[in-house]
């Protein structure tokens, strides 16, 4: 069947078959792959990207049922938010193997546009479905607080 | 051979042995300097920079290529998947170098036992957290000999005295005429230089780089924005993607199959049958696994493993009795123990663990006219060379193998059956195609997969005197070798003792006189392999509890009793005093919470945890604090050790609360992260790194963060509630007790 989503800001017309996940429209269709596939089941947030700025899984969501909504992938995000996140995320030195780290950031972003002053528990309640095995939270957390900081002007 | 797939046992190149550090690891430590000046002719060997190498700069020799523009390569012979390993390797080189670290980038460097290999191992491959120990002194040699070179190069060309020349931060200059020059522009005369036959190394007192708090790491900024590709998100022209239906129990093989429905899936292109199950080769991922539920398999279980965890462990509790074969014997443990004034005993059981890293496991193979190609996450690159070579029937130099970012491993990716190679060689090879093949497990088929950490069943006795004094200790395992029967056991086996089941229970450091090892090895049908720190997984928690348990019989207060019997051990002692205080042991703390200890040396590296804890929610312990010391010599990144022990204890600490494989009549009950959970960041602790000043040569930091972990929470939840967990997880233990 034909789908035409908007991502990333484009107007994208593309062939898929029904039911297809979101997440292999993206990385394989359009070469997105900064979304990954971690488990299949939305239960590890590694291919999290954002519906109209709300974090969704993309690996069980169906491409037809996006609708007109907005998706945003890594490769797409711009904004005071989104940089600072970024710029967190490197001075704090989050990521080891950095293979959930997009699905982290986006989920962050997600986050600090609905909460610019989260405290540990509400980075733990809105993170906790973003697996790390390299268990780099710490690392996240002190990095949401720091972006956090910068938005406030604290910083940077 | 334990596993599903018999292939012939890759070997390594002609010529080199396989050498894994074992119990002559501290041996081989120490000669590290010298195996590293040793090759400096070794890195003449490299051949001049190939053509699209060249585009890119020139190669001064195996380790770095330095172009126009100054960028300085290095080449990684190990895999990064974490570790770190790309910014360390590249430090070290870019120390002896005086490199600008800004101009610094990394690369893996092609699969190639002779150039690449790990030092310690004779072959081409990454583990045992060597990556840092094996290369110290090589890649030192390497920039020093390239900073020579180039220092000849600009002797040469400005006709000066090249001792008259001084290199910083990546500038080159002769103060006598005032000339200077960046590294770009003398490259390639440099390359042209012969290089001297031995450099002198840095006195660590003139180390820039090495020990700097504030290097960032190489691939950290790709990371944070989504750049970094790995083997999910590599392609090439006419990729084919393939999934494989595997048998639902191990040592199963297909009896028939049909493909009629699968057939139909819009996109699939093929179905085969190969050695591992069925393959479905599709346009893309989503047809492929749409092909792969529509198939219908029937399988011939005669040869598979039909028992479950539960008869497998009895099994193993029936053997506690029973001598197993001697691994240490110190004085007469057994005499000591028939004349001790109190005898504890304990009986701890290990289930089996995934690895779960989380890129799930894949290869693309391309085959083409009497060679191939090949890219993935490997680890044990010459071992996966090999084996594809072998499957397809080639030599292994005609096979290219490229090493990419790996999403983890914790030793997943370093199977001596090579398994995802041979699968994707084997699923290229069936489907005879020109187009290259990317095999992808999904996240079931990694849970489910087998390489697991195998069980082991501990059984411990102390014997105290009449004055509670520690006079008496015996250790009897019970499980599975890890290696027998793959090309690391000629190395790793001695004697019948598959070092990798009793490393940490062997080298127990307590001063004890009377103390005694044994072990019975016990075949279970189910590959298994080493789980981030290996037997140090599970011998840290039965030596380190029962400790606790002997400190709490003999009125002992836990790290006084360490202390005392540490005193012949100071870089054990160092951690655990450095831990210790800084913890702040013995002070007061919040009503219902308490402190744990442990103190584990793994991999030549020495780590101290004192952990607070509380009762959290469900009655499961929730750790609110670790405070880790680490004495792992020259420490070359700190940031990168601190984080290197952050993971590690939350890796350690996710599998002791939780996770565990469980057969059932052969099947593995787990299938995702919903069933396997791992820890999540609401569960991870604070964690406080403390980092012992050492001028000892560097070891490794991957998985010596793990082990302490585990017994430190059951020291401390054993205190809090008076009960010793000796079944892991924590989840069934505390759940099978109410």
Redesign the interface.
Same mark, same amino acid.
């Given at each position: 069947m034909k789908v035409t989503i908007d991502v990333n800001g484009e107007t994208r017309e593309l062939e898929a #078959?029904a039911g %297809?996940?979101l997440l292999?429209v993206l !990385?394989?269709s359009l070469g997105l *792959? +900064?979304?990954?596939? +971690?488990?299949?089941?939305a239960? /590890?947030g590694?291919c999290t990207v954002h519906l109209d700025g709300r974090p969704v899984r993309s690996c069980v969501m169906p491409v037809e049922s996006v609708g007109d909504r907005r998706v945003t %992938?890594? #490769?797409g995000l711009s904004g005071d938010v989104a940089d600072a996140v =970024?710029t967190s995320? #490197?001075e704090i030195?989050?990521?080891? /193997?950095?293979? /959930?780290?997009?699905g982290q950031?986006m989920t962050t972003i997600a986050l600090l546009s609905r909460d610019r002053s989260p405290d540990d528990d509400a980075?733990?309640?809105a993170? $906790? +479905?973003?697996?790390? =095995? /390299? $268990? *780099?939270?710490? !690392?996240? =957390?002190r990095a949401v607080h720091g972006a956090a900081g910068r938005l406030k002007g604290g910083r940077g | 051979m334990i596993g599903r797939v018999q292939l012939p046992s890759p070997r390594p190149a002609s010529g080199s042995v396989l050498r894994i550090p074992s119990l002559d690891r501290r041996q081989i430590l120490k000669s590290g300097l010298a195996l590293g000046a040793g090759l400096v002719m070794g890195l003449r060997l490299a051949p001049r920079a190939a053509a699209a190498e060249a585009a890119a700069g020139e190669g001064l020799n195996a380790f770095v290529r330095i172009a126009p523009d100054g960028t300085v390569t290095v080449l990684s012979k190990h895999i990064e998947f974490g570790q770190g390993t790309y910014t360390g390797l590249a430090t070290v080189l870019a120390e002896e170098l005086d490199a600008d670290w800004s101009a610094v980038r990394v690369e893996a460097a092609p699969a190639d036992a002779q150039r690449y290999a790990n030092l310690f191992f004779g072959i081409q491959g990454t583990g045992g957290s060597t990556a840092m120990a094996n290369s110290w002194g090589q890649m030192r040699t390497a920039g020093a000999t390239a900073r020579a070179m180039l220092v000849a190069a600009a002797a040469a060309e400005w006709e000066v005295d090249a001792s008259e020349i001084t290199v910083a931060a990546g500038i080159v200059r002769h103060a006598g005429s005032g000339r200077e020059a960046g590294f770009g522009p003398l490259a390639e005369r440099a390359a042209g230089i012969e290089p001297p036959a031995e450099v002198a190394l840095k006195d660590p007192s003139e180390f820039t780089l090495i020990g700097r708090e504030d290097l960032p790491r190489v691939d950290v900024p790709a990371k944070s924005r989504g750049e970094a590709s790995f083997t999910f998100d590599f392609s090439v022209p006419e990729m084919l993607t393939a999934v494989v239906a595997h048998p639902p129990r191990f040592g199963a093989k297909v009896a028939s199959f049909d493909d009629a429905a699968a057939r139909k899936v819009p996109g699939v292109v093929q179905v085969v049958a190969v050695p591992q199950g069925v393959a479905v080769l599709a346009e893309g991922f989503w047809a492929a696994r749409q092909g792969r539920e529509a198939l219908s398999v029937e399988w011939d279980e005669s040869g598979a493993e039909t028992r479950g965890s539960a008869e497998i462990l009895a099994g193993f509790r029936q053997k506690t009795r029973q001598p197993g074969a001697e691994v240490r014997k110190d004085g007469d443990p057994e005499g000591a123990l028939a004349g001790a004034a109190k005898v504890l005993e304990a009986e701890y059981e290990f289930p089996f663990l995934a690895h779960a890293p989380m890129e799930p496991l894949g290869c693309v193979v391309r085959v083409g006219d009497g060679e191939a190609e090949a890219w993935a996450g490997s680890q044990l690159q010459t071992v996966d060379q090999g084996t594809i070579a072998a499957i397809l029937g080639l030599d292994p130099s005609k096979v290219r193998l490229h090493t990419l970012l790996a999403g983890g491993s914790f030793g997943r990716r370093a199977t001596p059956t090579a398994d995802i190679a041979a699968e994707a060689a084997a699923v290229a090879k069936a489907a005879g195609t020109a187009r290259p093949v990317k095999l992808v497990w999904t996240r079931e088929d990694d849970i489910r997969g087998g390489y697991y950490r195998p069980p082991y069943v501990h059984r411990l006795r102390a014997g105290l005197d009449a004055e509670g004094r520690l006079v008496a200790w015996h250790q009897r395992i019970v499980g599975p070798s890890i290696v027998t029967g793959t090309p690391f056991e000629a190395a790793l086996v001695q004697n019948g003792i598959d070092s990798t089941s009793v490393e940490g229970a062997s080298t127990l450091p307590y001063a004890i006189a009377n103390l005694g090892v044994d072990l019975h090895t016990e075949p279970v049908g189910v590959p298994l392999l080493w789980w981030r720190s290996v037997g140090h997984t599970h011998t840290a928690y039965s030596t380190e509890t029962f400790l606790d348990d002997i400190a709490r019989e003999a009125g002992q207060d836990p790290v006084e009793l360490r202390r005392a019997l540490l005193a012949e051990h100071p870089r054990h002692l160092g951690v655990l005093e450095l831990a210790a205080g800084k913890a702040g042991w013995g002070s007061p703390l919040p009503e219902g919470r308490t402190r744990g200890v442990a103190v584990h040396e793994s991999f030549s590296s020495f780590v101290a945890q004192v952990v607070e804890v509380s009762v959290g929610k469900g009655g499961m312990p929730k750790v609110h604090r670790v405070v880790c010391a680490v004495d792992c010599g020259i420490a070359i990144n700190p940031d990168n050790i601190r984080a290197q022990m952050e993971g590690g204890i939350g890796f350690g600490l996710g599998a002791a609360l939780h996770d565990e494989i469980l057969l059932e009549e052969g099947r593995v009950r787990e299938s995702n992260f919903h069933d396997y959970r791992s820890l999540r960041i609401h569960e991870m602790p604070e964690v406080e790194v403390h980092i012992v000043a050492s001028a000892e040569p560097p070891t490794g930091v991957g998985e010596p963060g793990v082990p302490p972990i585990a017994p430190a929470v059951a020291n401390a939840w054993a205190t809090l509630t008076g009960e010793s967990v000796r079944r892991l997880p924590f989840r069934r233990a505390l759940q099978e007790r109410s």
């Open positions: #078959e %297809t996940p292999w !990385r394989e *792959t +900064g979304t990954k596939f +971690g488990c299949g089941v239960q /590890c590694a %992938t890594i #490769e =970024r995320w #490197e030195q989050v990521p080891q /193997c950095g293979y /959930c780290q997009s950031v980075i733990d309640g993170l $906790a +479905g973003n697996i790390c =095995r /390299c $268990a *780099t939270y710490p !690392r996240i =957390r | -």
